[in-house]
C-alpha cells in the first residue's frame, strides 16, 4: 500500500499545555473583558490566536543561538544574516529591526507623507496603522473572488490590475510612493499571489515608476502554493521560486517571526542604496545600530537559519498538510470556511456557524468567545473589530466578511490537537440556534482597538 503522509521531523523537547473547566474558562473571559488577548497563556489549552513568533525552533536554530556574536557594531551574526538575505531573497541591503512593523515603522518613516495612497492586496492591521497614522490611505486592490468564502480560486491573494491601475492613474506616481504586495495576504485567509500577478504589478508598477514593497511575513509559505498551483513551477525548488518572486520588488518588509520561524524579529531588505541610507537614519532612531538593529546576535543567527529551513520543500508540505488536516475535519463536519485553506491558518465564516447574532454584535468575536468556553481554544477576529472604524467618519467599518481564524504555529501541534479544535467547532455550531447575541464595546483605542478593547455581554 501507499505510504500515508508524516511529518519531517521528530521531537526533541516539549511543553506541558493543560486543561480547564468550563467554569474556569467562563471566569477568566469575563475577567478579560470577553478580549481573547486579554488571556493569560495557562488558561488556553490550544493556542491559536497567532503562527507569529510561536513555532518551535530546530536544534540547529539553538545551536545557532549559542554561536550569537554580541558585538554592538559589525557582528558576525549580522553579517551570517545580510549572507542569508542575499543567498535567498537577493538582496544586497538589509536592515534588522525588532519585528515586522518595526521595520514598516522604518520604511514608511522614509517614504510615506500625508495624503499619499497606498495600493495593495487586503494590507496587513499594523501595515494599515502605520500608513494611516502618518495621514495616507491604503487601498485595497484585492481580486473580487477572495470575498467570495465558497469559491475556489488557486490565487485569492492576487492584485486586480483594473482597480490598481485606477488607483495609479488618479493620484499619480508623486502621491502613490509604493505599492504593498503581502505575501501571502493575511486579511483575505492567508492566501497566495501568483507570480503571474507577480510580473503583471511589475509591469504596472514601471509604467507609472512606482515602487514595489513586499510585505513578506509568509514568503515561504506563497511560494509552496506557487510550486503546487501554478503552471509550470512544479519543477522549480522553493528557493528558485522564492528568487524570482523578490526579483519583481524593490524592496522588502519582513516578520520574521512568521516564514523564518524565530520567535522575535524582523529586518527591511531592500536593492537601492539610496534607500538603504535613508531608511538607516530613522533604523538607528528606532530601532538601534546598522548591524543590530533591535535584535541580538543570537537572534540573527536562528534567523538566519530558519530562512533556511523555512524555505525547505518537506518543511512547507508537513505545514500546510497541518493545516489542510483541519481544513478536511471541518469540511466533513458541514463548517464553512475561506476556500482554498490558507497557509498558515483556517478562517471560519462566523456568519454560518452563528448566523443569529447581529453584526453590530461582533459575531466572529461571540464565535471566538464560544469556542474557547467550550474547550479553551483561542483564536482570533478578523472581523468588524479588526476592521476598526473610518478614519473619517468614525462610524464601525463592517468587512464582507466576519472570519474567526485558527492560526497554527509552525511544527508546534500534532493533529490530535487539531482534532480537538475541529471537534470544538462542531459542538458549537451544533447550539447556534441557542447564540443570538453578542457583544458590546465598553472600552475602545483610537487606532487598532481589537487587541486592547473590552468587551461586555448584550
Ligand atoms: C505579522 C505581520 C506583520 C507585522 O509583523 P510583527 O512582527 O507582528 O510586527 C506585517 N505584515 C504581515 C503580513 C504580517 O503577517
Not at 505599492?179 to 486579511?187: A, D, E, R
Not at 512568521?258 to 541610507?277: P, Q, R, S, T
Not at 448566523?355 to 467550550?374: D, I, K, S
Not at 473610518?390 to 500534532?414: G, K, M, Q, S, W
Request: overall charge negative; proline content about 3%; some cysteine.
Amino acid at each position: 500500500m501507499e505510504l500515508p503522509f508524516s511529518e519531517s521531523y521528530k521531537i526533541k523537547v516539549v511543553e506541558t499545555i493543560r486543561k480547564s473547566t468550563r467554569q474556569e474558562r467562563e471566569q477568566w473571559i469575563k475577567e478579560a473583558g470577553y478580549n481573547l488577548f486579554n488571556l493569560k497563556s495557562d488558561q488556553v489549552f490550544i493556542d491559536l490566536l497567532t503562527d507569529s513568533g510561536t513555532g518551535a525552533m530546530s536544534d540547529r536554530q539553538w545551536a545557532e543561538l549559542m554561536k550569537g556574536d554580541e558585538s554592538y557594531a559589525g557582528a558576525s551574526s549580522y553579517y551570517k544574516l545580510k549572507a542569508a538575505i542575499k543567498d535567498i531573497l537577493g538582496f544586497e541591503y538589509f536592515l534588522p529591526t525588532h519585528q515586522g512593523r518595526a521595520a514598516e515603522n522604518v520604511l514608511f518613516s522614509t517614504l510615506i507623507k500625508e495624503g499619499h495612497k497606498i495600493p495593495g492586496n487586503a494590507h496587513f492591521d499594523t501595515t494599515k496603522g502605520h500608513i494611516e497614522f502618518r495621514k495616507a490611505t491604503a487601498v485595497d486592490c484585492t481580486i473580487d473572488e477572495a470575498y467570495v468564502v465558497e469559491q475556489e480560486h488557486p490565487f485569492k491573494g492576487n492584485l486586480d490590475l483594473n482597480k490598481l491601475e485606477k488607483v495609479l492613474k488618479e493620484n499619480g506616481a508623486e502621491n502613490v510612493p509604493m505599492i504593498i504586495v503581502t505575501l501571502t495576504c493575511n486579511t483575505s485567509g492567508g492566501q497566495p499571489v501568483s507570480l503571474k500577478n507577480m510580473r503583471e504589478v511589475r509591469a504596472l508598477a514601471d509604467t507609472y515608476g512606482v515602487k514595489i514593497v513586499y510585505d513578506s511575513a509568509r514568503f515561504a509559505e506563497n511560494a509552496y502554493f506557487i510550486k503546487l498551483r501554478e503552471e509550470g513551477y512544479g519543477d522549480r525548488s522553493i528557493r528558485e521560486i522564492v528568487s524570482e518572486m523578490f526579483s519583481y520588488a524593490d524592496a522588502m518588509t519582513m516578520s520574521s517571526k512568521k516564514d523564518a520561524i524565530v520567535n522575535m524579529g524582523g529586518f527591511i531588505a531592500m536593492k537601492d542604496k539610496e534607500l538603504f541610507k535613508a531608511a538607516t537614519t530613522y533604523n538607528i532612531m528606532f530601532e538601534g545600530f546598522i548591524t543590530y538593529g533591535g535584535m541580538s546576535g543570537r537572534d540573527m543567527n536562528a534567523l538566519a537559519q530558519g530562512l533556511y529551513e523555512g524555505t525547505e520543500f518537506e518543511y512547507l508540505q508537513t505545514r500546510i498538510k497541518q493545516v489542510e488536516y483541519l481544513g478536511a475535519k471541518l469540511d466533513e463536519y458541514g463548517i464553512r470556511y475561506q476556500r482554498p485553506v490558507g497557509g498558515h491558518a483556517i478562517f471560519v465564516d462566523a456568519l454560518q456557524i452563528l448566523p443569529n447574532v447581529p453584526r453590530e454584535q461582533f459575531p466572529a468575536q461571540t464565535l471566538g468567545v464560544e469556542l474557547y468556553l467550550e474547550a479553551g481554544i483561542r483564536g482570533v477576529e478578523i472581523g468588524t473589530l479588526l476592521a476598526d472604524r473610518d478614519p473619517v467618519t468614525r462610524e464601525n467599518r463592517y468587512p464582507e466578511l466576519e472570519f474567526l481564524r485558527l492560526a497554527i504555529p509552525r511544527r508546534v501541534y500534532t493533529n490530535n490537537h487539531m482534532d480537538v479544535v475541529a471537534a470544538a467547532l462542531k459542538n458549537v455550531f451544533d447550539r447556534k440556534d441557542t447564540i443570538t447575541s453578542g457583544y458590546k464595546i465598553i472600552y475602545e483605542a483610537p487606532i487598532m482597538r481589537h487587541f486592547t478593547v473590552e468587551l461586555e455581554k448584550v
